[in-house]
């Protein structure tokens, strides 16, 4: 079975600054997607942004963007310009593209100071 | 808005009661996911189901029992309830494998569990 690893347990940033969390993966497969999910205080899981294995480009969705190193199996979220909303759980997450069940690291909690 | 509904947000219930855990979602996603969600240990998948009647066990399914007679309504069940199964209880939907680039996975808002 696959696996995720968040080796940060929790961080934290100053406002406006830049952070980057962490993550890693074990699988055998070639084609697969990874998320980052955000889970702030009200327990909501909130999709921040997704990438599916067979693309190069590494995803970004406004402030929130990856670095996506297939070989390394590595998938690292970097926050740009950090607010204060975004203090939350972040785990990250494997699916496979060829079955439906998904894999969660243990999550890194992350504090916006101000 | 598309959501997953999760029937409680706080439950507490006794050592050896039969618990269920009910959640429904209005996207006709084909798949439905049982987590539990623990400090250091992330999210673990329980039991997960890829259509109606059909089940799939997680990592964790010792203790649980799910059921799926309805496309939008997938059940956990804890048939006694422990302590240990003290937790917060998460459900997920997720579109088949062709919808899956242009339509997000879905959570409901968590159920926390206390087994007393």
């Not at chain 2, 050896?16 to 798949?31: A, I, R, S, Y």
């Not at chain 2, 804890?78 to 899956?100: H, I, V």
Request: net charge neutral; hydrophobic share 30%.
């Amino acid at each position: 079975a696959q696996t995720v690893t968040q080796s940060q347990p929790e961080m934290s940033v100053q406002e406006a600054e830049t952070v980057t969390l962490s993550c890693t993966y074990d699988t055998s497969e070639n084609n697969y997607y990874l998320f980052w999910y955000k889970q702030p205080p009200s327990r909501q899981m909130i999709l921040v942004i997704r990438q599916e294995a067979y693309k190069q480009q590494n995803a970004t969705e406004n402030r929130f963007s990856v670095n996506f190193q297939k070989a390394a199996k590595s998938f690292s979220l970097k926050i740009s310009d950090s607010q204060l909303g975004d203090t939350a759980m972040y785990f990250c997450a494997f699916m496979s593209y060829n079955n439906n069940d998904m894999r969660f690291g243990a999550g890194t909690r992350l504090t916006v100071k101000p | 808005d598309v959501k997953v509904t999760q029937s409680s947000r706080y439950l507490v219930k006794r050592t050896g009661e039969k618990v269920f855990l009910e959640c429904v979602q209005d996207m006709d996603h084909e798949n439905m996911f049982w987590y539990r969600q623990d400090p250091g240990l992330g999210l673990r998948l329980i039991y997960f189901s890829y259509d109606v009647k059909m089940k799939e066990k997680g990592d964790i399914p010792e203790g649980y029992s799910v059921s799926r007679e309805k496309k939008e309504r997938f059940s956990l069940i804890l048939e006694s309830a422990s302590t240990n199964q003290t937790s917060m209880y998460l459900c997920a939907s997720f579109p088949n494998l062709f919808d899956r680039a242009n339509q997000p996975q879905h959570f409901g808002d968590g159920t926390r569990l206390s087994i007393l």
